[in-house]
């Protein structure tokens, strides 16, 4: 079962670093691009960008270009979302998923189960 | 970037009704090449992420059941659910993956009148 099970949720205070993981399962993790989504609380799905482990080639969003990182360890299966300085507006459930198949032009499945992100002072 | 905006925002239906969630495009998503609109729909449940339902547009993923089917082509889809359950109950959004500048719809929220 190809699977991706997430971080647990996190509590920072603003201009903390802060770096989530996704461990993917049952399938070649290398071959298969990886996607986060934001969803802010009582909003909508926002993609964020997308990696591909074998070669680490990344696309980002322009609205989440430079805010975040996204990268991933092929040797251990996980994909990561990093943030160096967090801001109160970055709290919000993130999602990774799965392209389906191995073109970029695919659709999102599975999803991890979702990592809440609260950043307070 | 591709806009997708679904209507309608929230959606009242009966059970054993139908529901129809609508989702228009800024742009074609249909590439001529090989016929095929690169549309997704989704379900998310409260506290669940997201389950994928339909691809292509009109293809339902396996386990999705037959009362869940997508229809249309090139800038205006439609999800419908032919016959209400109360297991329905959930945000649906449709996702184009035509550019990889992926975007979604805002959302519809379906409810039980």
């Known amino acids: 079962e190809v699977q991706l099970v997430q971080s647990g949720a996190e509590v920072k205070k603003p201009g903390e670093s802060l770096k989530i993981s996704c461990k993917g399962s049952?399938?070649?993790?290398?071959?298969?691009?990886i996607g986060w989504v934001r969803q802010m609380p009582g909003k909508g799905l926002e993609w964020m960008g997308i990696i591909y482990p074998g070669d680490s080639a990344t696309r980002y969003s322009p609205s989440f270009q430079g805010q975040v990182t996204i990268s991933a360890d092929k040797s251990n299966s996980t994909a990561y979302l990093q943030w160096s300085s967090l801001k109160a507006s970055d709290t919000a459930i993130y999602y990774c998923a799965k392209l389906k198949y191995s073109s970029v032009r695919n659709w999102f499945d599975p999803w991890g189960q979702g990592t809440l992100v609260t950043v307070s002072s | 970037d591709i806009v997708l905006t679904q209507s309608p925002d929230s959606l009242p239906v009966s059970l054993g009704e139908r529901a129809t969630i609508n989702c228009k495009s800024s742009?074609?998503?249909?590439?001529?090449?090989?016929?095929?609109?690169?549309l997704a729909w989704y379900q998310q449940k409260p506290g669940q992420p997201p389950k994928l339902l339909i691809y292509?547009?009109?293809t339902r993923e396996f386990g999705v059941p037959d009362r869940f089917s997508g229809s249309g082509s090139g800038t205006d889809f439609t999800l419908t659910i032919s016959s209400l359950q109360a297991e329905d109950v959930a945000v649906y959004y449709c996702q184009q993956y035509y550019s990889t500048w992926y975007t979604f719809g805002q959302g519809t929220k379906l409810e039980i009148k």
């Open positions: 292509w547009a009109s």
């Open positions: 049952g399938y070649t993790f290398n071959t298969y691009w």
């Open positions: 742009q074609s998503v249909l590439d001529s090449s090989n016929n095929k609109n690169f």
